[in-house]
């Protein structure tokens, strides 16, 4: 539950160093997310390598997990490219705090409705009751929103349901592949991280690839923070952690990173919250405690433990599936 709750919570500040890497670098989420994903991939493959040296037995050698799930690699890189991008755009837009709890509210109920729809998964009370309120607490999100948070609002709430969309895809593709251990999801996800960087190239080359270096250390500090600390570091304390701890507890543990999150929005970068937005990002985020007490319930119920599931998001684990993001 610590490695949980550390990599949630190093998640939680990825997208305020987004927000000051725009101020100092003069690059857009694009080019952040390019960066991010490039510096963070370099450090996986090493972590990846110490494991496998470590615990020979333990990690899954990384081309042959890409050969048994390319096509759920590929997917998965070309989504996780298009929900962090699409996150980090919206923290331009909207502020950290409800580009967070957007991302994060509505992933969880779309990938309900999207299992219910798609993969014939039938919807608990508790997974009804999630989605209402999610539903409730987006419309008041999005009639509360003003300028005091972001320039734009309501397109960085677009922006933020696109990254939810995003991660929601990847994950229901992953249920819909079956299951893996924690150590197979993490070789998936860093082959997902080098087909996300390579899908980013050409339209960060568009955006403007390199960042100004009139302010060079603070620049270079940032980009090496992002892929360090909520990439690199983030990424594998989760997977360590969900080896011990069932993923309907790491789904409520890591509500850690929007908390996280509205804390530095408010306390660092001075957003305001009216109560409006309060009162939705409360719902948001109850939607997904109902949702992990109605999986719960039904895996007690079933019998069956809480195996793990394909979608890899940053730190998006609403249960039934792991997290995102974000």
Not at 31 to 45: A, E, M, N, Q, Y
Not at 150 to 166: Q, R
Not at 228 to 237: E, H, Q
């Amino acid at each position: 539950m610590l490695y949980v709750a550390i990599a949630a919570t190093a998640w939680g500040t990825g997208g305020a160093a987004a927000a000051e890497l725009y101020e100092a670098g003069g690059i857009g989420p694009i080019s952040v997310s390019f960066w991010r994903f490039v510096t963070g991939l370099v450090l996986l493959l090493a972590a990846h390598a110490v494991l496998r040296r470590r615990f020979t037995a333990g990690a899954a050698p990384l081309r042959a997990s890409f050969t048994v799930n390319r096509r759920r690699v590929l997917v998965t890189g070309a989504g996780l490219a298009v929900y962090q991008t699409a996150y980090f755009a919206s923290v331009q837009q909207a502020g950290l705090t409800l580009a967070t709890v957007v991302t994060l509210g509505a992933g969880p109920v779309l990938i309900t409705v999207g299992a219910r729809l798609t993969l014939g998964e039938r919807t608990s009370a508790a997974g009804t009751a999630a989605v209402a309120s999610g539903v409730i607490g987006l419309v008041l999100l999005m009639g509360g929103a003003d300028r005091s948070a972001g320039p734009s609002p309501l397109p960085g709430i677009g922006l933020a349901l696109l990254s939810a969309a995003g991660y929601a895809g990847v994950t229901l593709l992953g249920r819909s592949s079956g299951r893996d251990d924690a150590d197979g999801a993490f070789a998936s996800m860093v082959t997902g991280f080098a087909v996300g960087t390579a899908c980013l190239l050409p339209m960060a080359l568009l955006e403007g690839l390199l960042p100004d270096l009139e302010g060079a250390s603070w620049t270079l500090g940032l980009i090496l923070y992002l892929g360090a600390v909520p990439t690199a570091l983030a990424y594998t304390l989760f997977f360590a952690g969900l080896k011990a701890v069932r993923a309907t507890t790491a789904s409520v543990v890591a509500l850690v990173e929007p908390l996280t999150a509205a804390l530095i929005g408010v306390l660092v970068l001075g957003e305001r919250l009216s109560a409006s937005v309060l009162t939705g990002t409360a719902l948001l985020l109850l939607s997904v405690l109902w949702l992990a007490a109605g999986e719960r319930g039904g895996r007690v119920s079933a019998g069956r433990p809480c195996a793990l599931d394909n979608g890899l998001g940053e730190g998006r684990t609403a249960a039934p599936f792991p997290r995102r993001r974000a």
